[in-house]
């Protein structure tokens, strides 16, 4: 919270600097690009959208009707061509409807996260993928082993997240950073705990639970093993992906092959 603050400050700050120290010109949220744009955020945004919208705009944004709340999956809206504009509509609504909008007091981050979560609706804003879906299915549980720690549809192994509807939640882009830099966007669900013995033996896998006195492992069998803190293991959190990167052991149109396999996989198709 500290570093977004003195981010902020700094920005008004060299603008100030830019408009040859004039007094900074006033900027407004709804002006700037969306700071609020990671997984998490579409995660809080699709929450918040939950609580406070889906009454008129129906659980998944796709609409009751036009006068209870009209479909926001298309990525067009009639109030909006931009993020700033959604930001606007969400905060100050359509004048004489029913969307009312948050009102002027709304907390900016979270106006960002639900157009965030908006944005995210619609899958082909990204582009379509290139490569063959057919080609990426045997790459997945052929040459590139991802069946290995990940289901889908029910097969294959739990070391990483289920991918039976990964196309809903990934656009293409975030897909191919996905092959490419697992480490991008990790969340604390996908660390890695190493814990040492005495006689220097080492347990490494996932991180599945921890509080003050114990944590658990799943190692790469998917077998839990359990430790204390205070015994005589040492253990060492590891912030980094157990999933490899592709950049180099795929070729480009492996990975594109990949994606458009993984974009094909929906909840409705
Ligand atoms: C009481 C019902 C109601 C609630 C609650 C509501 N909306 Fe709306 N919303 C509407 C209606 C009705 C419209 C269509 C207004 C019009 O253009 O006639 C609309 C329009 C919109 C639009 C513009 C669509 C376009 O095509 O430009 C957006 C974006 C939107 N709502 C987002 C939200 C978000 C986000 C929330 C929650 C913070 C929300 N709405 C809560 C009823 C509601
Ligand atoms: C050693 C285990 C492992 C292997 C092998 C592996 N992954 Fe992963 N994968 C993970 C883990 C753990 C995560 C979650 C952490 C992260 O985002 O890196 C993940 C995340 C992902 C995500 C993001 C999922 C989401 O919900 O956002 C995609 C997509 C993905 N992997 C695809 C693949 C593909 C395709 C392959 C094969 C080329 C592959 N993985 C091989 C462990 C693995």
Redesign the pocket.
């Known amino acids: 919270m500290g570093t977004r603050l003195s981010v902020r400050w700094t920005a008004v700050a060299l603008l100030a600097t830019l408009t040859g120290g004039a007094a900074p010109a006033l900027t407004f949220a709804q002006d700037a690009d969306n700071p609020y744009t990671s997984r998490l955020d579409v995660r809080t945004g699709r929450r918040?959208?939950g609580a406070?919208?889906?009454?008129?705009?129906g659980l998944n944004?796709a609409g009751g009707n036009?006068?209870?709340?009209?479909d926001?999956t298309t990525g067009?809206?009639?109030?909006?061509d931009s993020d700033a504009g959604?930001f606007r509509?969400?905060r100050d609504?359509?004048r004489?409807?029913?969307?009312?909008?948050?009102g002027a007091d709304a907390d900016e981050q979270s106006?960002w996260q639900?157009?965030t979560?908006?944005r995210s609706l619609d899958v082909t804003a990204g582009g379509t993928p290139t490569g063959s879906a057919e080609a990426g299915q045997q790459l997945f549980t052929g040459k590139g082993n991802c069946a290995g720690c990940h289901m889908v549809n029910g097969r294959g192994q739990r070391l990483g997240p289920d991918l039976s509807f990964v196309g809903d939640r990934r656009a293409l882009a975030d897909l191919e950073t996905d092959l490419a830099d697992p480490d991008a966007e990790l969340l604390p669900r996908w660390w890695t705990m190493r814990a040492t013995g005495p006689n220097g033996q080492v347990v490494e896998g996932l991180r599945m639970d921890e509080d003050t006195f114990t944590f658990r492992i799943m190692d790469a069998e998917e077998k839990l093993r359990a430790f204390s803190k205070y015994g005589d293991w040492t253990y060492e959190r590891i912030q980094r992906s157990t999933m490899p990167g592709y950049a180099d052991t795929l070729t480009a149109d492996e990975r594109n092959d990949l994606v458009a396999y993984l974009f094909s996989l929906r909840s409705e198709p």
């Open positions: 918040l959208f406070q919208c889906s009454t008129c705009h944004a036009e006068s209870t709340g009209p926001l067009r809206f009639r109030h909006a959604l509509v969400i609504g359509v004489s409807t029913s969307m009312l909008g948050l106006v639900l157009v979560y908006l």
